[in-house]
């Protein structure tokens, strides 16, 4: 059984930075693919990136790409989201999150409890 557990977020102004980190608190993500999700008040759960389980291939949503980057310490048992020139619209709790291999592509079955990101305009 895998616990996650995110860390990171904040109060950051337009055009701002923050990087969300993601750790194992029990068990280890090794070899699982890893993602971030993003949830906004009233509107459901979006896909931000995802990253292999040996950190080779790294996919974006359109809204993420250019802006941010997702990359793991394999050996450290960590993921990271790096999120740049933040925009009022990325405001939201952003879930990190793990996926057993062989599951289906956005199928992922260990979250974390989420930090709270807020872009202040």
């Known amino acids: 059984q895998v616990q996650l557990v995110e860390s990171g977020g904040g109060l950051v102004q337009v055009g701002g930075s923050l990087r969300l980190s993601c750790v194992a608190s029990?068990?280890?993500?090794?070899?699982?693919?890893m993602g971030w999700f993003r949830q906004a008040p009233g509107r459901v759960r979006q896909f931000v990136a995802d990253?292999?389980?040996?950190?080779?291939?790294?996919y974006y949503s359109d809204s993420a790409k250019d802006r941010f980057t997702i990359s793991r310490d394999v050996a450290k048992n960590t993921m990271s989201l790096q999120m740049n020139n933040l925009k009022p619209e990325d405001t939201a709790v952003y879930y990190c999150?793990?996926?057993?291999?062989?599951?289906?592509?956005?199928?992922?079955?260990?979250w974390g409890q989420g930090t709270q990101v807020t872009v202040s305009s």
């Open positions: 999150a793990a996926r057993t291999p062989g599951r289906n592509r956005f199928d992922y079955d260990y």
């Open positions: 029990r068990g280890t993500f090794s070899g699982y693919r």
């Open positions: 990253i292999s389980g040996d950190g080779d291939r790294t």
